[in-house]
């Protein structure tokens, strides 16, 4: 039975007389091996009872229902032959079950499930299942598909608040499972704002049952990520602090069994920097430095570890940790096998692996339930909002300033632009924004919300922020840690040239409004050169509105100073939907309107690349 988190009183009266009683039969009872001991002629007791049983996890599924892309309308591909979608994993999930056996497995997921496709995309803002009006809206469909898996709980993902607390809430009333967060707490009180755990039971015919404790943990960095929902309403502590408060009090309500559920991490790195006092990706960290848990299910980070072993601190145990990639293309398995001993089941093994969904079919169960809300989505997405004059593609984004990164800086400036103060309108105004996807592409001729959507994937709103030229060098020298240095004589290969220091696409922006280069054969710190606005060198002092996303605004992947910049412009829409109004407003996207070549990449001042 889950425990109420909320009812502290109840909880401390309850381990307070629960505590009295085993200290009081423990003075009047002897133990079984006492009793041995003291009858000699006692039988042998028996051999101790055995049982296994499994914990399937998923994580950072991102609202992949079936084996599509909806960017590319078609099924989806990649390099490595992965299929994506729930429906897949729900037939991995009914192997396990029927091999095992029903009431021997367990089903967890990890977090960040209701962002990241035009489906959740759909049911947020199209067709939400909060609707604007008094009336019921839809149920989400990963709560139909969750609910039909028979998911017994999930932890909170950092995307799980894109949508704000609202939306939220109504998933979580949606699901027939709990939605955990230890570390989500209540801006006010310092409570937990969602359940921190719950308590399953594995019955065992003829013996006690096992009981599962499963922790959820949540990402600390959506204090910054989605500042502008959780402001003021909630509070992300760390994962570690929380799990020594609780791992304690789950084992002194009698789990024989500790799963913790990580939206986190194992290599405790955290990509803002010092703006958190909380590491972002801790689940090493909390494996190592509390004592009492078996294993940990990880998410986040979009990796697949099979198996991976901490030795914790304290005790010496090994805990096993687990992350199943993403999108549904992985499943992890957690085998235990426990023996009771004196009426307490120990554990005495615990294994992980991953299983490969592209290794059976969707299920025809998860089909039937979701079709027809794929449909709607198949059909929202190919809706033409408008036509282009030429092909715009992203191949080469991440190396060359190619017009369709130019159609996100036009309308990031004039929207902010459309929105400012009299006094800051005379600021010179910029824009930043990262490549997000190598392969978008959006087509010479008709133009849908899809071509658009495969451009902008996340849902970012807008803000301007001031920033000085300082700063602002400061920033660009930042993002261009994303190239490996590659020396003056030295052939440049893009197969190599970028990602260094793990600095992923996502999180390199180039800018629009000023010219300046980037010497690759420079030292990271002292590669911009050349930074001019309209033909003069930027002075230190002078000051800028930076159009910029919310994500980067408020700390996401540890740009210097822009987080603590003021505020000259904000908006709750997103930057997506303002792309494709623009372009259904113009009726026909033309690059000849907005396509400047402003930054490229040298060595020792010499260029690297011929302009697109």
């Known amino acids: 039975m889950p425990v109420n988190p909320m009812n502290r009183r109840e909880f401390v009266k309850k381990s307070a007389v629960t505590g009295a009683a085993v200290t009081v039969a ?190 959820g943990l949540t990402n600390p960095g959506i204090a910054l990520w989605d500042k502008d929902n959780v402001s003021g309403k909630m509070a992300f502590t760390g994962l570690v602090e929380q799990a020594k408060k609780y791992v304690p009090r789950m084992r002194a309500l009698g789990c024989d069994v500790v799963f913790l559920t990580d939206h986190s991490g194992l290599d405790g790195s955290s990509s803002y920097g010092s703006e958190l006092p909380y590491i972002e990706n801790a689940s090493n960290l909390v494996a190592q430095q509390v004592p009492g848990i078996d294993a940990i299910l990880v998410g986040h980070t979009h990796v697949e570890v099979s198996s991976y072993t901490v030795k914790n601190e304290e005790t010496g145990k090994d805990v096993v940790l687990s992350e199943p990639y993403c999108w549904g293309m992985r499943l992890t398995v957690f085998d235990f096998e426990l023996e009771l ?60 300033d190619v017009p369709v990164m130019d159609f996100i800086h036009q309308v990031q400036m004039a929207t902010v632009a459309s929105g400012l103060s009299t006094a800051d309108a005379a600021l010179p105004l910029i824009s930043v924004a990262a490549p997000f996807s190598r392969t978008a592409d959006i087509p010479a001729g008709n133009v849908t919300i899809r071509d658009v959507a495969g451009l902008y994937i996340y849902d970012n709103t807008l803000y301007g922020k001031k920033l000085t030229g300082a700063q602002l060098k400061d920033y660009l020298e930042y993002a261009a840690k994303y190239y490996y240095k590659v020396p003056s004589g030295t052939k440049v290969d893009t197969a190599t040239l970028t990602n260094a220091n793990s600095f992923w696409d996502y999180m390199y922006d180039t800018a629009a409004g000023v010219e300046y280069d980037i010497d690759i054969a420079q030292a990271e710190g002292s590669r911009i050169k050349n930074l001019t606005y309209k033909g003069a060198a930027v002075a230190d002092d002078q000051v800028f509105v930076v159009a910029v996303n919310n994500y980067r605004a408020n700390g996401g992947s540890g740009y210097p100073h822009i987080a603590a910049a003021d505020i000259a412009y904000s908006s709750t829409n997103e930057i997506r939907q303002l792309m494709i109004d623009y372009v259904t407003s113009k009726g026909t996207l033309d690059p000849a309107d907005f396509a400047v070549t402003n930054w490229k990449l040298t060595q020792d001042g010499a260029p690297v690349f011929t302009a697109s």
């Open 26 to 215: 423990g003075a009047v009872a002897a133990t079984p091996a006492q009793a041995q001991a003291q009858a000699p002629n006692h039988k042998p007791e028996k051999a101790p009872r055995t049982w296994s049983f499994s914990i399937l996890g998923t994580t950072d599924l991102h609202s992949h229902v079936f084996d599509w892309d909806y960017y590319t309308d078609a099924a989806y591909k990649d390099s490595k032959g992965n299929s994506v979608g729930v429906a897949c994993v729900a037939t991995l999930i009914k192997q396990q079950r029927a091999a095992k056996g029903e009431e021997r497995v367990l089903l967890v997921d990890a977090g960040d499930i209701i962002q990241g496709t035009s489906l959740a995309y759909y049911y947020a803002r199209v067709d939400p299942i909060v609707p604007a009006t008094g009336k019921h809206g839809p149920k989400h469909p990963m709560a139909v598909a969750m609910n039909a898996m028979r998911y017994d709980a999930a932890a909170l993902g950092n995307h799980e608040f894109n949508y704000g607390i609202e939306t939220l809430r109504k998933f979580e009333k949606q699901c027939h499972f709990p939605l955990l967060g230890a570390n989500a707490l209540d801006a006010k009180t310092l409570r937990p704002a969602f359940q921190p755990y719950t308590v399953k039971r594995i019955c065992v015919p003829g013996a006690p049952d096992i009981k599962v404790g499963i922790l």
């Open 341 to 400: 001993h004196h009426g307490q089941w120990k554990v005495t093994s615990t294994k992980a692996q991953t299983l490969n969904s592209n290794t059976v079919e969707e299920d025809p169960e998860i089909t039937r339930l979701l079709k027809a809300d794929h449909d709607l989505v198949v059909k929202y997405v190919n809706t033409p909002v408008g036509t282009c004059t030429a092909d715009l593609s992203a191949a080469e984004a991440c190396w060359k």
